[in-house]
Structures are given as C-alpha cells and as structure tokens.
C-alpha cells in the first residue's frame, strides 16, 4: 500500500523557537495533503488542506500565520510551527489520499513537545 | 455540535467476549463511513469502510444507519491484540480530497 513518512519523529523544542514537520508520499504523489494535530487522549482533528501549488486552507479557530503550511511538490509538505509554545505541545500527523482511492494513508505522526 | 461522537469508554472485556461500539454524525449528508485503529501513540490504521449493506470482515462487523445517523463495529471472539482505541470516521464530501471527521474514539482493553 501507499507509503507517508513524517519527519521528524519526535521533536523536543525551547519555548519560542520554530519547528518544521515535512510530510513525504513516498510512492504516490499527492495534490492534497492533510494536517491533523491530536492531544493526549482527544481526537484527531483536523488543521488545514494543503494545496499542491495553491495556499492551505485552514480550519476554524487555526492560526495560519502560526501554522504555516507549504506544499513544495508532488510529494511533500511541510508544517512550520512558529514561535512555538507549550500550549502547541501535540502529536501532528499528515495523510494524504491516494489515487482514485477514497481512503487516506496516514504518516507515522510527530511528537511535539514545547519546553 | 461535534460532526462525529463516540462513547470513550474505555471498555473492559474478557477475551471471547463480543464487544460494539457506536458513532453518531451531525450531517446527514455524509458519504463515506470507515472505521480506524489507533494504537498508542501510534498513527490512526484503516480497519475497515462502513457500507449501507452492513460488512463484514472476519471477527469485525460494521454497520451503517443513515436514517438514525450512527455506525457501529461489532468485535466478536475478543482477542489481547484487540486492544486499542477505535475511531469512527465520516467524511463529508464527494471526492478524494475530502476531509476526514475524526471521532474521539473508543477505547478497547480486551483483558485474559
């Protein structure tokens, strides 16, 4: 099946300072790709689209000036956390549909943990 | 309103037991069911689609409601490996770049 990696894994970072998650389709290439965040024991929720060539388009209450998003290509997007704080602690996971195929592949997720 | 809602949980169950799950969604005009697998600190894993006509696959059986708006999962004959949150998922549009409504999941420990 189709393969997203996420990198970093886990990520430990001061107060204020930026973080960069990139999001890899590893053999399919993918216009859209998704950013979700989850907290502990909470759902996974939804933050923005990412638009291959075009601006994200973010959810309700997301910041977009402090998650910015980027879909460089075919096959990545990154998610830049600015001037992170302890409250942006999460797990952060992108998908990404593959094909013609209604279900989505989920990368392996990143541990953010704001000191 | 949450689009999607689950009970938490979690539930406590044997092994062998048979264990189901609920999940009701806000719009009506949702398309697409699935039902998902988290592990712990692991990323969410398709366990397997929802269809109108109900499915089943092994020990797992799920089933749509669209004039009540709920899905449920059916787990027969628990096993230990079982253990784990599962998540309802309703996606709302038409086409593969739709975006997933995740439920809170519920929580599964299936005990020896």
């Known amino acids: 099946g189709a393969v997203v990696s996420q990198h970093p894994s886990r990520v430990i970072c001061k107060s204020g300072t930026s973080v960069k998650i990139e999001c890899r389709s590893l053999?399919?290439?993918?216009?859209?790709m998704f950013w979700y965040r989850q907290f502990p024991k909470q759902s996974l929720m939804l933050m923005a689209t990412?638009?291959?060539?075009?601006?994200?388009?973010?959810e309700q209450g997301v910041e977009k000036d402090k998650f910015l998003i980027n879909h460089a290509s075919l096959t990545l997007s990154t998610l830049t956390v600015t001037s992170a704080h302890p409250e942006d602690s999460s797990f952060y996971i992108c998908?990404?549909?593959?094909?013609?195929?209604?279900?989505?592949?989920f990368g392996p997720g990143t541990r953010l943990l704001v000191l | 309103r949450k689009e999607v809602e689950q009970d938490p949980g979690p539930f406590n169950v044997p092994e062998g037991a048979t264990v189901a799950f609920n999940c009701t969604y806000s719009?009506?005009?949702?398309?697409?069911f699935f039902w998902y697998r988290q592990d712990c600190r692991k990323e969410p894993k398709l366990l397997m689609s929802?269809?109108?006509s109900g499915n089943e696959d092994g020990r797992f059986t799920a089933q749509l409601n669209r004039a009540s708006q709920y899905i449920s999962l059916l787990i027969r004959d628990s096993k230990l490996s079982d253990s784990a949150t599962y998540l309802c998922?309703?996606?709302?549009?038409?086409?593969?770049?739709?975006?997933?409504?995740f439920g809170s999941g519920t929580k599964l420990n299936v005990k020896p």
């Open positions: 998908s990404a549909p593959a094909g013609g195929e209604e279900t989505q592949y």
């Open positions: 053999d399919f290439q993918a216009t859209t």
């Open positions: 990412s638009n291959e060539g075009s601006k994200a388009t973010y």
């Open positions: 719009n009506s005009a949702s398309q697409s």
């Open positions: 929802v269809y109108s």
């Open positions: 998922v309703v996606i709302e549009g038409l086409y593969n770049f739709n975006k997933f409504y």
